[in-house]
């Protein structure tokens, strides 16, 4: 019945090309992970779109409990790391993970990323409810709810401006005078609550929630204001809430500052407040919409689809769950993808956390932190290649940040020089290992994110900003100089004690572990930190002794091998998996985000990575959103459009809420963006030494443009094509880098200077 619906829908309104930049419902949110996330980057919100008793859910990045170094590694652990080594090499890998657990890790103690609290809107309209709608219009950065009761229609808009560091809400009636309700601010601890005038101020030092919880460090200081101006009609303040009657019109702006930065919050978000006073509602409306369009219509997306525009966004993705196709959605998922970027990562704020900066409650799961054996830089995937460079810097200030800690734990664990992180970190830029081995135990947390800091060259080609972050990558390698240590079994260098991410296998005599010399995924990490800080050493012209010292050590790094079955070994030895279809496939860090595997330059390796991809897959792989986002972008490397294709089904599937959020479960914003990555993956390549165009587009896309793609060396594609095959592209040079274009079998040359196009036409 779903499919005749829909099929009957798209023969009305025909196949075209539409903007996909929608997110719509018919009724309130019930829940709040179905609600609508706005941001600016620091100040979210998630809009639920009730009528009689609205909530919008509220947050600032930087409301943490905790402060700035209050973790501690272990004191001279460096001088048991020998013997864990040894035992490691000697196969007692039981005996090396416990003395890894009770003599080399530190303390655990865990900090939380908590809600502001909640505005709360109570009006009358409980009943008859007609036309109603919720939106997010991804275009403009405005969630709106309608609806109609007793013939008034009334409106209410919500965005977070950036200029203004402001939510701002208008809510508006179509008949004068119409308006009552009431407002209120609540948070479910640690809030002073008053009223004053046209205001309501709440503000407090935000402590642990939750029974177990208490051993947990109180956190900053926070301070929430909020102004109501209504047109027309009656305002008045009553214990904490504010009454407004006969309004015809009402806006509402809130501001909210934490001491985060060191700033007084009160002062601070009182100003806030001051600088919007005498600005019309269109006015920051308008400076809102041009702060972000700068932004997000950088990239236009479009691909020939049915126009099931007129269908709200959960019937589409319950259709699509019911196998019903429908184009048009995965590049609304990849609207949002950017949309989310823009709106939870601006220059100047901390970087998207687990849940972009959308979280509800005291205790959200895993804390909300910055989780880096994958998921925070999961969701730095797309910045560069939708471009969004400038959404990647809070990205490399973490890593920036984490120096001071990580030189630390440098130090106190590895007895080494430069800094490093492990599996976890959060907004006090904490380095230790703490927790069980299993996650616990792995040291290549700043390595990875070391990646990025290049990567960000890489597509910019800025070298006033490779000279700024050198030292980072420096430090990071340095690490590495100091800790690596020769496997006496086979001569190379190895990382350890340390885990593939999260996964285990079968020691020789039947036990289950997790810590071993040398993993996979650290090798490949560690030479392409290597690989990096050399390149950036010779185009800077600096350090060249240490780029001599690293050039000797990269032959002599562990490499990948393939195993007896033809798969990628994930270890240095082929043991037996417990678990077939881990949701980490980290063995493949080479294939994506990495690039030391490629189908053009290692077909060999490619296609073990594919009997690796296929392994998992068959034994229930890619149950998590960022797991399945993590093969679409593999897939996408490979070449195999469809079967990327059909990852990002199965991510529609299984792993996406009805606003279109990523579920781990619970939701995690992770999936959204490496998707999002994914599907520009699909599209434009550029990690091979040259542009590959429309390198695994599915069938399901077989017409469509896209403009404004980010290449390495800094160019920006626009390209068309329709039945399967190129029409156009055009490469707009930004740098005058050489570079070659691919096209299946074509490949020609492109040498232009900076500023010139180049066109290409099959
Ligand atoms: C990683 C994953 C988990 C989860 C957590 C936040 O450690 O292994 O699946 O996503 O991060």
Known sequence: MKKFLIVTIAFFFGMGLFAQDKIWFEQPAYQWDNALPVGNGRLGAMVFGETQYERVQLNEESVWTGSRYQFTD??????????????????????????????????????????????????????NIANYSRELDLNTAIARTKYTIDGITYTRELFSSNPQQALIMKISSDKPKAINLSLALKREKDANVIAQGNSIFMHGQVTAGGADMQGVNPGVNYFTALRAIPFGGEIEPKADSLIITNASEVLIYLTARTDYWGANPQTESIKDIERIEGMSYEQLKA????????????VNFEIEAADLSHIPTDKRLEAVKGGNEDHGLAVTYFNFGRYLLISSSRPGTLAANLQGIWADGLTPPWSADYHININIQMNYWPAEVTNLSECHLPFINLMDSLRTHGRETAREMYNSRGFCAHFTTDAWYWTTAVGEPEWGMWPMGAAWGSQHIWQHYLFSQDISYLRRVYPILKEASLFFVDYLIEDPKTGYLVTGPSSSPENKFETPDGKISNITMGPTMDMMITRELFDNTIAASELLGEDEAYRKELQKLVPRLSPIQIGGDGRIMEWTEEFKEPEPGHRHISHLYALHPGDLISTTRTPELAAAARKTIDYRLAHGGGHTGWSRAWIINFFARLGDGEKSYENLLELFKHSTLPNLFDVHPPFQIDGNFGATAGIAEMLLQSHAGEIHILPALPQAWSSGKISGLKARGNY??????????????????????????????????????????????L
């Open 716 to 761: 920006e594609v626009n390209m068309e094509w329709d039945n399967g095959r190129l029409i156009e592209v055009v490469i707009k040079s930004i740098s005058g880098i050489p570079t070659k274009l691919r096209y299946k079998e074509h490949l020609v040359d492109v040498n232009i200077s900076a500023g010139e196009s180049f066109t290409y036409r």
């Open 74 to 127: 272990k004191n001279g652990a460096y001088k048991v790391l020998p013997e864990i080594r040894q035992l490691l090499f000697d196969g007692e890998y039981a005996k090396a993970q416990e003395l890894c657990k009770n003599e080399f890790m530190g303390q655990e103690s865990w900090n939380m990323y908590q809600t502001l609290g909640d505005l709360y809107i109570e009006t009358q309209h409980g009943k």
């Open 287 to 298: 400076s809102h919409i041009s702060d972000y369009q700068a932004l997000y219509k950088r």
